[in-house]
T-cell receptor
Framework: AQTVTQSQPEMSVQEAETVTLSCTYDTSESDYYLFWYKQPPSRQMILVIRQEAYKQQNATENRFSVNFQKAAKSFSLKISDSQLGDAAMYFCAYRSAEDTDKLIFGTGTRLQVFP | DTGVSQNPRHKITKRGQNVTFRCDPI?????LYWYRQTLGQGPEFLTY????????KSRLLSDRFSAERPKGSFSTLEIQRTEQGDSAMYLC????????????FGPGTRLTVL
């Protein structure tokens, strides 16, 4: 069975600085997708960024980028130029491309952004 | 397009009562998912539908839980004989049929069992 581990329960960053959130996963599959979702307080979860496992190039979405290390089964999220609105819970998630359609989530990292 | 909606947003019930939640997905999304999120944890998969067919059920979905999507549009999740351990946020998500596509989440229904 696949698992997703986020070892940082909480992180904090100063506004305009850069922060990296860690995620590792375990799978025996070769084809899959990885996602970072953001869950602001009392608001719904939204997708931040996604990565296809077969792509070597790391995904980038504006201030958000990932460092995908397939051999190490690592998928970290870098947030550059942090903004107050980035404060939220961040969940790393895995999705098989081979059978099931469900998302498997980590336990999340709470990000605080200080002015 | 108003996104995924869920009703009610909050539900307080007494142990042993039955509760039903509704999810309205984004129109034309043929896949619909239910997850459960307890405090301090990430969402855990419960079940998903493609149109009206229930394709997968988690072992978390005990006999007291049932989900339906009768016409392939909205879905309901019913919990019978609620227990205190059922207290959680129940999230619904929808997506078009494509394994690459993201799942769009609703705001959730927070259940409190007294």
């Amino acid at each position: 069975a696949q698992t997703v581990t986020q070892s940082q329960p909480e992180m904090s960053v100063q506004e305009a600085e850069t922060v990296t959130l860690s995620c590792t996963y375990d799978t025996s599959e070769s084809d899959y997708y990885l996602f970072w979702y953001k869950q602001p307080p009392s608001r719904q979860m939204i997708l931040v960024i996604r990565q296809e496992a077969y792509k070597q190039q790391n995904a980038t979405e504006n201030r958000f980028s990932v460092n995908f290390q397939k051999a190490a089964k690592s998928f970290s999220l870098k947030i550059s130029d942090s903004q107050l609105g980035d404060a939220a819970m961040y969940f790393c998630a895995y999705r098989s491309a081979e059978d099931t359609d469900k998302l498997i989530f980590g336990t999340g990292t709470r990000l605080q952004v200080f002015p | 397009d108003t996104g995924v909606s869920q009703n009610p947003r909050h539900k307080i019930t007494k142990r042993g009562q039955n509760v039903t939640f509704r999810c309205d997905p984004i129109s034309e999304h043929n896949r619909l998912y239910w997850y459960r999120q307890t405090l301090g944890q990430g969402p855990e998969f419960l079940t998903y539908f493609q149109n009206e067919a229930q394709l997968e059920k988690s072992r978390l979905l005990s006999d007291r839980f049932s989900a339906e999507r009768p016409k392939g549009s909205f879905s309901t999740l019913e919990i019978q004989r609620t227990e205190q351990g059922d207290s959680a946020m129940y999230l619904c998500a929808s997506s078009p049929w494509d394994s690459y596509n993201e799942q769009f989440f609703g705001p959730g229904t927070r259940l409190t069992v007294l």
